[in-house]
Nanobody
Framework: QVQLVESGGGLVQAGGSLRLSCAAS????????MGWYRQAPGKQCELVAR???????NYVDSVKGRFTISRDNAKNTVYLQMNSLKPEDTAVYYC?????????WGAGTQVTVSS
């Protein structure tokens, strides 16, 4: 099994920055990819950014050029650097790990961007 613990959410003004962290523990050897999803009130959950063990990344169009996903393999941690935040980025952000074919999720961290 895999445990994911997120940190770094909070309240920020539009145009500001936040960095989310997700530390993985447990049977991490089988993790193929990690990423961040978000769910805003009344909206469907969407993939924000994803990074594979090989370092390939992909982003939802709305965050390209503003968000950067990275990973520190030595710390088993994935980061999401969020710059130029907009009110529409307000959501609960969930860390995700694909362990073989099993999905694991963190508890979520709230990101609120005020206008």
């Amino acid at each position: 099994q895999v445990q994911l613990v997120e940190s770094g959410g909070g309240l920020v003004q539009a145009g500001g920055s936040l960095r989310l962290s997700c530390a993985a523990s447990g049977s991490i050897f089988g993790i193929n990819a990690m990423g961040w999803y978000r769910q805003a009130p009344g909206k469907q959950c969407e993939l924000v950014a994803r990074i594979t063990t090989g370092g390939n990344t992909n982003y939802v169009d709305s965050v390209k050029g503003r968000f950067t996903i990275s990973r520190d393999n030595a710390k088993n941690t994935v980061y999401l650097q969020m710059n130029s935040l907009k009110p529409e980025d307000t959501a609960v952000y969930y860390c995700h790990a694909l362990w073989y074919s099993t999905n694991y999720w963190g508890a979520g961290t709230q990101v609120t961007v005020s206008s």
